[in-house]
Structures are given as structure tokens and as C-alpha cells.
């Protein structure tokens, strides 16, 4: 006849070893729960400023010459609450003129919302007709900053061109790019942002449109440029 075998002593090593687990599990449940509720309240805190903030850099010098626009533009007053395109390039390329014709495509597919395109020319004042000719030529509507002395480019810590930077609503850098921005999805980028502006709901937006005329600030001698007055 088969006696059947003791088990008696094993039971207490297994129900510690069950013990064990769940104190494992309740362990592991509650750092989770721990590091949830962390991640939490910092996300409640406000939002850090990083190093790119506009408010650091500047804004558009007031004593430089614009075309396509008959008053020079400001972050913080035409552009107030805009997402704004910013490229940087010296139009000596093909390339930079192609990429100044995709920017003009953004320019007319967001044209009914807040969104600004600029180009900052890196180029001497006596091109003036030859940069205003060049706009029309490839059919560029957007303003168009003249560079001529590399302070618009300091006030944005570009040292490289080409180089692009998308604003958000806020006057801040969302991006930047200098090489391969042409591969990026701009349109996904704006839109990103123009639905951070909606969100925000402000009623009182004035969407800023480029009037085509230019602009010749009074400290420029007339002789440098023959574009004339302001008009």
C-alpha cells in the first residue's frame, strides 16, 4: 500500500514565495503610481523657457529697408499673434531662389490665416532694383527684409545662411533649420501651430497681409537706392 507523501512542511515556503510575489507586485504598482503622479504635477508647473525664446533675441530692426511691404513689420505689432517663416539666405543660389518660390507656396496656401513669410537678403543696399526685380521675376509675394549689415541675422543668433526659423504665435523659435528644411513638412509645422493659435481662441486677430509696396527707412541715403519714398 502507497503512503501517500508529506507535504506539510513545503506549504510554508510556498505561501512566503506567494507572499513574496504579491509584496513584488505591490511594490512595483505603487512606484508606478508614484512616478505617474510625479510626471503629473510637474507638467502642471509652467511651461520652461528655452533657449531660443524671441524675447532674447530681438526684434526686426525699424531702420532697414522691406519690399512687398510699405511699412517695416514687427513681431509685436503687425505680426502680433502670427506664426511667422523666417529665411535667412543671400539669393547668390538658384537653390535659394527655389526655396524662396516653396516659401511662396506656403505663403499662398495659409494666406487667409496668421501666418507671415520673410525673407531676410543678406545683400548691400545698391541691389535694390536688382532684388526688387529678382521678387518679381520668380513671383515672390512675402516681404522681404534687406540684411544689408547682418543685424537682423545677429538679433536671431543665425550665423550660418541659409537658415530657416518658424515662430510660433508667441514670438518663439519652434524650429530651426540650415540644412535639408526643404525635406521638412512646413505645412505640418504651421498648421501645428495655427491650431496652438486657435486653441487660444483670441477674437481680436488681424491677419496681416503684404501690401506690395516697399519700404526706404529716412536714415538711408535716397542716392543708394533708387527705389524712391516710401509709397
Known amino acids: 500500500m502507497n503512503v501517500p507523501e508529506d507535504y506539510s512542511e513545503e506549504l510554508p515556503w510556498s505561501a512566503l514565495s506567494r507572499r513574496r ?6 511594490f512595483l504598482t505603487v512606484m508606478l503610481l508614484v512616478a505617474f503622479l ?14 531660443d525664446v524671441l524675447s532674447d533675441v530681438g526684434d526686426f530692426p525699424s531702420d532697414h529697408i522691406w519690399i512687398n511691404t510699405s511699412e517695416p513689420l514687427s513681431l509685436y505689432d503687425q505680426l502680433s499673434r502670427h506664426v511667422v517663416v523666417l529665411y535667412f539666405c543671400n539669393l547668390e543660389t ?4 527655389e526655396y524662396c518660390q516653396r516659401l511662396e507656396q506656403v505663403h499662398e ?4 490665416q496668421p501666418l507671415a513669410v520673410i525673407a531676410a ?22 516681404p522681404v527684409l534687406v540684411d544689408d549689415r547682418g543685424m537682423v541675422s545677429r538679433r536671431f543668433n543665425v550665423g550660418t545662411i541659409p ?23 512646413l505645412s505640418g509645422i504651421v498648421e501645428d501651430l495655427l491650431q496652438q493659435l486657435r486653441a487660444m481662441r483670441y477674437t481680436d486677430i488681424r491677419v496681416f497681409r503684404p501690401d506690395g509696396g516697399h519700404y526706404l527707412p529716412e536714415t538711408l541715403d535716397r542716392s543708394e537706392g533708387s527705389l524712391g519714398g516710401n509709397s
Open 21 to 26: 510575489t504579491r509584496s513584488t507586485v505591490l
Open 163 to 185: 537658415a530657416l526659423l518658424v515662430l510660433d504665435a508667441r514670438a518663439r523659435v519652434s524650429a530651426r533649420f540650415f540644412l535639408g528644411w526643404d525635406r521638412a513638412d
Open 94 to 97: 538658384l537653390s535659394d531662389l
Open 38 to 51: 510625479i510626471g503629473f504635477i510637474f507638467d502642471l508647473g509652467p511651461e520652461p523657457q528655452g533657449s
Open 121 to 142: 537678403v543678406r545683400t548691400g543696399e545698391t541691389d535694390i532694383d536688382r532684388l526688387t526685380d529678382t521678387m518679381d521675376d520668380w513671383g515672390i509675394e512675402f
Open 109 to 112: 496656401e495659409f494666406r487667409e
